[in-house]
């Protein structure tokens, strides 16, 4: 059995939500690098739940175009499980400035498809403490220590199945 699962928080962002071909491409990536979708959902965010959501960057230089950008089309959200999950997440979208990353990392998820420095495809939990805070941020109804209780170990285990309409992961019942 392998150890204690991770969960984080990944936003899928405006400028590949608006893309269906690249967010396609983008799930593909996910699910064969062997993530676990525990909940996913399509959110359209204010401005004011933006700027709440990336509070830590408040005063910076580019604050304003980074809510502009987040509020200005859908995101999807989704809860991701594994092992390791919040570096291996973090790993597949390269690093956070694409005018970069397109030369450093042009495999990666931002360096295949990011737009700007700001339009940078997606974000990712960067510690459990964040990951806590961010999954309650969008998914409020999920209660981590149940789900620990009585999900994780289907996970764990790889008991699992994709439904791809839903975009979740569901324990496979022993019936
Ligand atoms: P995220 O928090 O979205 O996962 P990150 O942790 O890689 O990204 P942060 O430093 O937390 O990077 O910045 C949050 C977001 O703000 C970035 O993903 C990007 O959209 C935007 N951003 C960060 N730095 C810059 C910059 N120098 N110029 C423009 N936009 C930036
Ligand atoms: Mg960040």
Same mark, same amino acid.
């Given at each position: 059995?392998?150890?204690?699962?991770?969960?984080?928080?990944?936003?899928?962002?405006?400028?590949?939500?608006?893309?269906?071909?690249?967010?396609?491409?983008?799930?593909?990536?996910?699910?064969?690098?062997?993530?676990?979708?525990?909940?996913?959902?399509?959110?359209?965010?204010?401005?004011?739940?933006?700027?709440?959501?990336?509070?830590?960057?408040?005063?910076?230089?580019?604050?304003?175009?980074?809510?502009?950008?987040?509020?200005?089309?859908?995101?999807?959200?989704?809860?991701?499980?594994?092992?390791?999950?919040?570096?291996?997440?973090?790993?597949?979208?390269?690093?956070?400035?694409?005018?970069?990353?397109?030369?450093?990392?042009?495999?990666?998820?931002?360096?295949?498809?990011?737009?700007?420095?700001?339009?940078?495809?997606?974000?990712?939990?960067?510690?459990?403490?964040?990951?806590? $805070?961010?999954?309650?941020?969008?998914?409020? +109804? @999920? *209660?981590? &220590? #149940?789900?620990?209780?009585?999900?994780? $170990?289907?996970?764990?285990?790889?008991?699992? +199945? @994709? *439904?791809? &309409? #839903?975009?979740?992961?569901?324990?496979?019942?022993?019936?």
């Amino acid at each position: 059995m392998s150890q204690r699962l991770q969960l984080t928080l990944a936003i899928l962002k405006p400028d590949i939500v608006a893309n269906p071909s690249v967010l396609k491409n983008v799930w593909t990536r996910m699910l064969e690098n062997g993530l676990y979708f525990v909940m996913s959902k399509r959110v359209q965010l204010s401005a004011v739940q933006a700027e709440q959501f990336y509070a830590e960057h408040r005063g910076k230089f580019f604050q304003n175009r980074l809510v502009c950008f987040m509020s200005s089309g859908p995101v999807w959200c989704h809860i991701l499980c594994g092992d390791d999950v919040i570096g291996r997440w973090r790993r597949m979208l390269g690093p956070t400035k694409v005018l970069k990353t397109v030369f450093d990392q042009p495999d990666s998820i931002r360096g295949s498809f990011g737009l700007t420095d700001t339009r940078n495809c997606a974000h990712g939990s960067d510690a459990d403490a964040t990951a806590k $805070k961010e999954v309650g941020f969008f998914f409020p +109804e @999920f *209660d981590i &220590d #149940k789900w620990y209780k009585e999900q994780h $170990k289907f996970f764990q285990n790889d008991l699992v +199945e @994709f *439904d791809p &309409d #839903k975009l979740q992961h569901f324990a496979i019942s022993d019936t």
